[in-house]
C-alpha cells in the first residue's frame, strides 16, 4: 500500500483532534497507509517531518493549512521537508489556499493547493500523481504548468464526509487530545455538520463552502460521541461545527441524542437560528447542557451588519442574550470593532451595546475582534471575488505566503489589527478589554481561585462604573500577578 504524510502544522498550546487531517485519512484509508504528524504535540515537526521523509517511501505530503499562526508553522515544515526531499510533491489544502490560492502557490515549498473540500480531490491528486492521470480532471486542484499557475474548476460541495468513519488509531496517543475545561475533566473535540448555509464578507468558511451546509444522520452522531465516552473516557464536547443551529427541524434529532447523552457541550451559534426555536426545542438544549453557545454579533449597526452580509439584525442579539439566560446557556458574543468606515465612531458604539449586554446578562462572555475584510479570491472559471468595498484606497494584499506570514498580516488574518487603526485607537482598544476582562474575569478560566477573580472584580469595578477606560495600569500588573486567562488565546 502506498504511503502518504498528513501534517497539522501547529497552530495552539490547548491540542484538540486534528480533525482536517484525520478525516483526509479517513477517505484514504482503503488505498494509502496514512502517518499524522500534529504539531500542537510535536514542538519538534520540522525536524520530526523531514526525518520521516528522509526515509523515503511516501509518494507525496499533505498539510492542512489555515491563516495566522499556522502559515508559519506550516511554510517550517515544508521548507524542512523540501531541503531533505526536494522532489517529493508537497499538497496544501485548507482555508489558506482556499482564500489565497496564488499567494500559496507563489513558493518555494508548495506544489499543489486543492481549494475547498479535499478529501476527494486529494484521492484524485494522488491517482494522478502516481498513476500518471491528467491533473487537468482534479476539481479544486491549482497547480504549475510549464512555469503558469493553472486554476482547474471549483469543486462542487459534497456530503460524503459525514459518511465516513473517523480512525483515532493514526494519531499519536489519542489521549492526550482530551484534558479538562470549563466544560468537563475529559472534554473531547468534535465536528458534526459541514459548511453554513451564510455568506458574511469576513468569514473564511462562507468563502470556502458557498452558502452549502450539511447535518450529520442522529444515529452517527450518537454512535460518534458513545464511542468517545467508551474509549477515550470523554465527558463534555467541543463542537466544531461552523453553526451547529441549523433548521429547527433538522436540529431536533441532533438535541434528542444530545438530551439523552447529557454531556456538557459548546457550540457555535446564529442568534436569529436560536430565537426561531420552539419551546420543544429549547426544552431539549436544557435537557442536554449547553453550557455556552459562541454567537457572532458583530456589531450594533443593523447598516454595518448589511453591508456584511451577517443576516442577523441587534434586536435579535439582545433577545437572544436574554434567552439565554433564561435557559441556563452563557453567549459568547464576538463582536467585529474598527471597520475600515469610521472606525472610532463604530468602536465607541460597540463598547455601549456591550455593556448594555452586560446589564441584561452579567455572565455573557465577549470576544473582542477587529473587522477585517478577506481578501480577493480567485475562482476555478478565472474570475475574482468582489473586493470588499469599505477597504481603503490603495490597500494592497500580500501576494506570497511568506508575505502573509509576516506578524502584522498573522494578526490581520486573527482579526487583531488592522493597517487603518490609529494608535489612539488601538490603545482605547486595549485599555477596554483589559477593563472588562477584569470587571468580568471569563468563565472558562478553571485555574484562577475564586479570590484572584473576586480581586480583579473588585479592583475594576469603580473603573467599569464610571467608564474610564484609559491607561488601566493597575488592572494590567494585577493580570499578569494572577496570570489572567485570555480566551482569546486559549479558547475552552
Not at 478529501?119 to 491528467?134: F, R, Y
Not at 438530551?259 to 431539549?284: E, I, T, V
Not at 494608535?423 to 468580568?440: K, M, N, S, Y
Amino acid at each position: 500500500m502506498k504511503r502518504l504524510l498528513l501534517i497539522n502544522p501547529r497552530i495552539t498550546s490547548n491540542a484538540r483532534f486534528p480533525l482536517a487531517v484525520m478525516h483526509l485519512a479517513a477517505a484514504l484509508k482503503e488505498r494509502y497507509a496514512v502517518r499524522i504528524l500534529d504539531g500542537n504535540l510535536d514542538r519538534h515537526l520540522p525536524e520530526t517531518a523531514a526525518a520521516a521523509v528522509k526515509e523515503g517511501g511516501y509518494v507525496a505530503v499533505g498539510l492542512s493549512v489555515m491563516g495566522g499562526p499556522q502559515l508559519p508553522a506550516a511554510l517550517a515544515v515544508s521548507r524542512a521537508i523540501r531541503a531533505v526531499a526536494p522532489d517529493l510533491p508537497i499538497v496544501w489544502g485548507g482555508y489558506f489556499p482556499t482564500l489565497c490560492t496564488d499567494a500559496a502557490l507563489n513558493s518555494d515549498c508548495v506544489d499543489y493547493a486543492l481549494r475547498g473540500q479535499g478529501e476527494q480531490g486529494l484521492m484524485e491528486l494522488l491517482d494522478a500523481l502516481t498513476e500518471g492521470k491528467p491533473l487537468e480532471e482534479v476539481a479544486g486542484l491549482s497547480w504549475r504548468r510549464d512555469g503558469e499557475v493553472v486554476h482547474n474548476a471549483d469543486r462542487a460541495f459534497s456530503t460524503a464526509p459525514l459518511r465516513m468513519d473517523v480512525s483515532y488509531d493514526e494519531v499519536d496517543d489519542p489521549q492526550r487530545y482530551l484534558g479538562p475545561t470549563y466544560l468537563g475533566r475529559r472534554t473531547t473535540g468534535y465536528q458534526a455538520a459541514l459548511g453554513c448555509r451564510y455568506r458574511c464578507s469576513f468569514c473564511g468558511v462562507a468563502a470556502m463552502f458557498r452558502g452549502k451546509t450539511a447535518l450529520p444522520e442522529a444515529e452517527r452522531l450518537e454512535r460518534d460521541l458513545r464511542g468517545l465516552q467508551t474509549r477515550f473516557g470523554a465527558d463534555s464536547v467541543q463542537f466544531y461545527d461552523h453553526n451547529f443551529f441549523d433548521r429547527e427541524i433538522d436540529m431536533q434529532p441532533l438535541l434528542e441524542v444530545l438530551a439523552r447523552l447529557q454531556m456538557p457541550w459548546w457550540c457555535y451559534a446564529r442568534a436569529d437560528a436560536l430565537q426561531g426555536m420552539s419551546a420543544d426545542s429549547w426544552a431539549l438544549v436544557r435537557r442536554s447542557r449547553l453550557r455556552m453557545a459562541y454567537i457572532g454579533a458583530e456589531s450594533p449597526n443593523d447598516s454595518l451588519l448589511r453591508d456584511m452580509r451577517k443576516g442577523t439584525r441587534s434586536d435579535q442579539t439582545l433577545a437572544v442574550v436574554e434567552t439565554c439566560r433564561a435557559n441556563g446557556v452563557v453567549p459568547e458574543l464576538s463582536f467585529m470593532l474598527a471597520p475600515a468606515v469610521d472606525p472610532e465612531g463604530e468602536t465607541e458604539r460597540t463598547f455601549a451595546f456591550i455593556r448594555q449586554i452586560k446589564r441584561l446578562h452579567p455572565a455573557a462572555e465577549i470576544m473582542l475582534h477587529i473587522h477585517t475584510p478577506l481578501p480577493p479570491r480567485r475562482l476555478g472559471d478565472g474570475r475574482w471575488t468582489p473586493r470588499d468595498p469599505a477597504l481603503p484606497k490603495g490597500f494592497a494584499f500580500p501576494d506570497s505566503a511568506d508575505g502573509w506570514a509576516q506578524k502584522e498580516w498573522v494578526d490581520y488574518w486573527c482579526h487583531k489589527d488592522a493597517p487603518w487603526l490609529s494608535p489612539a485607537l488601538r490603545q482605547r482598544i486595549h485599555d477596554f478589554r483589559t477593563v472588562l476582562g477584569c470587571r468580568f474575569p471569563t468563565l472558562t478560566d478553571i485555574r484562577a481561585p475564586g479570590w484572584q477573580k473576586a480581586a480583579l472584580r473588585a479592583a475594576s469595578a469603580w473603573r467599569y462604573r464610571t467608564a474610564r477606560y484609559n491607561s488601566p495600569r493597575e488592572l494590567r500588573w494585577l493580570e499578569r500577578a494572577v496570570k489572567l486567562w485570555d480566551p482569546q488565546l486559549h479558547a475552552l
